[in-house]
């Protein structure tokens, strides 16, 4: 079964230090991927998504991912962290049929 | 803003009641999904809807329905509500088959059982 894993269930960064949020994934055929956020009291909204077109996904908000086969990872990165990314962010996989299955959630906070 | 409706916001009650969330897909989208966000459970599929019928099922339980009527607005019925069923139950929306995978999610619907 396809499957994510993300690693750390929290990360703090400084304002302006590099975000990387990790995940991996488990999955027998080219996955779809996803990362979502989610800000509190919201819905998820879709930051970037692989579906093997390129390796680097670039997403809205700066945020962008590289997907790498040999190492089963698809992390999330931006190079300079604003408060305003202050959320929790969810790695997702595209499983049968068309359903997402999500990993457990990463929550970023953003110091001053 | 995602284009999707979900009433109401928030929901408080009873165990052993019966509750209906409702869910207005973005327009043009055929299909609906439901999910549950629980702190102990994380986000989970509960079921998918396509122009009406049912495509895939997920970790839904039995005391758990889910309907998609002829204008594609979708209602995910509870019943027998126990404490463990507070949780933000959350609906989505996709073109299916285009961009396959994304979906587009609404803000949610917090139920609060006592």
């Known amino acids: 079964a396809q499957s994510v894993t993300q690693l750390g269930s929290h990360v703090s960064v400084s304002e302006g230090a590099l975000v990387l949020l990790r995940c991996n994934y488990s999955?027998?055929?080219?996955?779809?991927l996803f990362w979502y956020v989610q800000y509190p009291n919201q819905g998820l909204q879709l930051l970037l998504k692989?579906?093997?077109?390129?390796?680097l996904v670039k997403g809205i908000n700066g945020f962008e991912a590289e997907f790498k086969k040999s190492e089963t990872s698809f992390h999330l990165t931006k190079p300079s962290a604003h408060m305003s990314d202050a959320a929790e962010y969810f790695c997702a996989v595209l499983t049968s049929g068309s359903r997402l299955t999500f990993g457990e959630g990463t929550q970023l906070t953003v110091n001053p | 803003d995602s284009g999707v409706t979900q009433t109401p916001k928030h929901l408080i009650t009873a165990t052993g009641q019966r509750v209906t969330l409702r869910c207005s897909p973005r327009s043009g989208d055929l299909s609906v999904y439901w999910y549950q966000q629980s702190l102990d459970q994380g986000l989970q599929f509960l079921i998918q809807y396509y122009n009406g019928e049912e495509r895939a099922k997920g970790n839904i339980l039995e005391r758990f329905s889910a309907q998609q009527f002829p204008d594609l607005h979708s209602e995910l019925n509870l019943s027998s509500l126990e404490l463990g069923d507070s949780a933000l139950y959350f609906c989505a929306s996709s073109v299916y088959g285009a961009v396959r995978g994304e979906q587009f999610f609404g803000p949610g619907t917090r139920l609060t059982v006592l």
């Open positions: 692989y579906t093997s077109a390129a390796t």
């Open positions: 999955s027998s055929v080219p996955p779809y």
